[in-house]
């Protein structure tokens, strides 16, 4: 039995009812998947109306319900750590990632994995999961039909953890695929890297507040704000931001404090349009820290080769404001 609407009913009003009475990561994961039913399959970089692949469903699912990043691709997905041993489907919780094929090799055509993403499960290996599809697009189908060759992966770093909803959630739907952390961006000055933040789609002239507090260091070349909390061994940067004419380097500023206003991109800094926001109005924003913060090794990223300290890594902001650990940059009711 597959995507059938009183299924797909049945399913989404014991999730809502579930999530109503325990607010889990997991379970928010689940019902965000069920807004891509019916899409038609297409496999794409970009994120395009009414279609979507496999692996998309799988991320974007994760990002919309808990703020977690995965990677993009299927084959990706079955190599990155899982935060646990998922032994097999009596064992699997709403949002795990079930992944077809062991290897591309093992893969019809040896270009493509296939994942599959679990709505419920009975504790039996019975339930039911959803996946996009080239032959019917995005469907519901029991657990049991899901190919399971290259095991069980779980994303969520804290799936039986309850969140309240929040700024974050608001957060997440400024922050386009392409805007994420960790995505591959081409510059015209260096070689492919890794983006190191979370592009916040804003207005030009929004007001900036500091996700925490510390020490303050202005760098106007690149019109960016940087603020150090030494205790918490984090600093945020913020970019591009006209700060503030009262503000001045070595100031100390509060979370929430209005450290200035969103300027249009800086011309020093391009980055192809193509895979990043750069073209867009936003706000881009870095959380590194030389400390752990319990996030998932896979949604973080080193530091770059040259950094001033090789102990940093940037971890995923939005996600931050989601554990309590920093604050949202944006002000009241635009967060």
């Known amino acids: 039995m597959t995507d059938r609407l009183p299924v797909i009913a049945e399913v989404r009003d014991r999730l809502l009812s579930a999530y109503r009475a325990s607010p889990l990561e997991c379970t928010s994961v689940a019902i965000a998947s069920l807004d891509h039913l019916a899409k038609r399959y297409h496999r794409s970089r970009q994120l395009l109306p009414g279609q979507i692949d496999c692996s998309t469903l799988v991320s974007q699912a994760h990002w919309d319900g808990a703020a977690v990043q995965t990677p993009f691709i299927a084959e990706n997905q079955r190599t990155a750590r899982s935060v646990a041993v998922v032994a097999g489907l009596a064992d ?20 493509h994995n296939h994942v599959a993403l679990v709505l419920e499960s009975d504790g039996q290996g019975d339930g039911w999961a959803i996946q996009a599809s080239e032959s019917a697009g995005t469907q519901i189908i029991r657990l049991t039909q899901a190919r399971l060759g290259g095991g069980i992966r779980r994303f969520c770093p804290n799936p039986l953890v309850v969140y309240a909803a929040g700024d974050w959630a608001e957060l997440v739907r400024r922050v ?14 260096a070689a492919v890297r890794r983006h190191s933040g979370v592009d916040v789609a ?5 007001p900036i507040r500091a996700s925490i507090g ?3 260091s202005l760098h106007k070349s690149e019109a ?14 913020l970019l591009p931001v006209v700060a503030d004419p009262r503000l001045a380097d070595g100031d100390t500023v509060a979370r929430g404090d209005v450290l200035g206003t969103s300027a249009p991109p800086v011309a020093s800094l391009p980055c192809d349009p193509t895979v990043s926001s750069a073209a867009r109005p936003h706000v881009h924003w870095e959380l590194w820290s030389d400390a752990p913060m319990g996030y998932h090794p896979s949604v973080t990223v080193a530091a770059p080769a040259g950094f001033s300290d090789p102990g940093y890594r940037a971890y995923s ?9 920093v604050g949202s940059p944006l002000p009241p009711g635009r967060s």
């Open 92 to 111: 699997a919780l709403p949002g795990d990632v079930l992944v077809a094929y062991a290897s591309l090799e093992a893969a019809p055509g040896g270009r």
């Open 176 to 189: 386009p695929k392409l805007g994420r952390l960790g995505v591959r961006l081409k510059q015209p000055w």
């Open 202 to 206: 804003v207005e030009h002239g929004t």
């Open 214 to 216: 510390g020490t303050v």
């Open 224 to 237: 960016s704000i940087v603020v150090r909390d030494e205790q918490l061994r984090l600093t945020s940067a």
């Open 317 to 325: 902001p939005v996600y931050a404001v989601k554990l309590g650990k």
